[in-house]
């Protein structure tokens, strides 16, 4: 194996499903290799999703990097529920739906890449991952449940596409975001959503204020936390020209973009055509 792997279970990568294949290991240290042992093989790699009428029932067995390939349009609740092993995942845009708890307490999950089918996540999809950043495309219309990303404590960013209306209940609590965007078609913002955000320095929005902000959407979040929005963005304060006594929607204080107001490709931090005007 190259690199060697000094702890086990042994992975072996790159292997392809419905192949053969004969399995020989051998110890490598500081005092020399030791014998190669060969397996009473061969052996014939499957796939360790577990698939049903394209529902994705299980992947237990899944570790490292995943990609799935087309065909599948539903990952089933509790699908990868408490699997240590995982770190990257690579949706497919065959993909519909996210069940509930799909990857609840995946601590080692740090990466995933949604196809652009995806249209439904269900409640505590991803409950205390490990996910460090997330983008939610523009396809998605449906959160069907609460605390999708509660506890997600190495999550810093969040990109939520223009598909969604509602930023459901407890969606970010208690995680380590910095930078949220918000899509230009949310309308509500239900309670404790962003809750305990105790590192959060800006929230972009790339449309209007939410119509309705439930209480407690943003206890607990830092004081130095600041809210960018489009210069014609209506149902947000003035805002002011001294952004130290600028005024305040729900405890942030509001900056305001002069057009052009666009977002960069590479990092998604909000630019714009000339200076930021407090």
Not at 34 to 58: F, H, K, M, R
Not at 136 to 148: A, Q, R
Request: with cysteine; hydrophobic share 35%; net charge negative.
């Amino acid at each position: 194996l190259s690199p060697a792997q000094t702890s086990s279970p042994i992975y072996i990568k790159g292997l392809t499903n419905g192949t053969s294949y004969n399995v020989s290991l051998k110890a490598v240290n500081a005092t020399g290799d030791g014998p190669a042992i060969t397996s009473d093989g061969p052996y014939t790699p499957t796939s360790c999703l577990v698939v049903d009428e394209n529902v994705i029932t299980s992947g237990a067995s899944c570790f490292g990097d995943l990609v799935i390939d087309e065909g599948p349009t539903t990952i089933a609740s509790n699908a990868f529920i408490n699997n240590n092993h995982l770190s990257s995942i690579s949706i497919p845009n065959s993909l519909i739906s996210i069940g509930e708890a799909a990857f609840m307490y995946t601590p080692n999950l740090r990466r995933i890449r949604f196809g652009n089918g995806l249209e439904e996540i269900a409640g505590s999809a991803f409950w205390g991952c490990g996910l460090t950043e997330v983008d939610i495309p523009n396809s998605v219309k449906t959160l069907s449940g609460v605390t999708i990303f509660q506890d997600c404590i190495s999550l810093t960013r969040a990109t939520i596409g223009n598909g969604l209306s509602v930023i459901k209940s407890g969606m970010f609590y208690n995680t380590a975001l910095t930078e949220v965007i918000i899509g230009n078609n949310v309308t509500t913002i239900e309670a404790n959503a962003f809750e305990s955000l105790t590192n959060l320095s800006s929230i972009t929005f790339k449309g209007n204020a939410p119509v309705d902000v439930e209480a407690s959407a943003f206890s607990g979040i830092s004081a130095f936390a600041r809210v960018y929005v489009g210069e014609s963005a209506t149902g947000f304060p003035t805002g002011s020209s001294t952004p130290e006594y600028g005024e305040l929607w729900n405890g942030m204080i509001i900056s305001r973009l002069s057009p052009p107001f666009t977002l960069s490709t590479s990092s998604e931090t909000a630019t714009a055509g000339t200076a930021i005007n407090g």
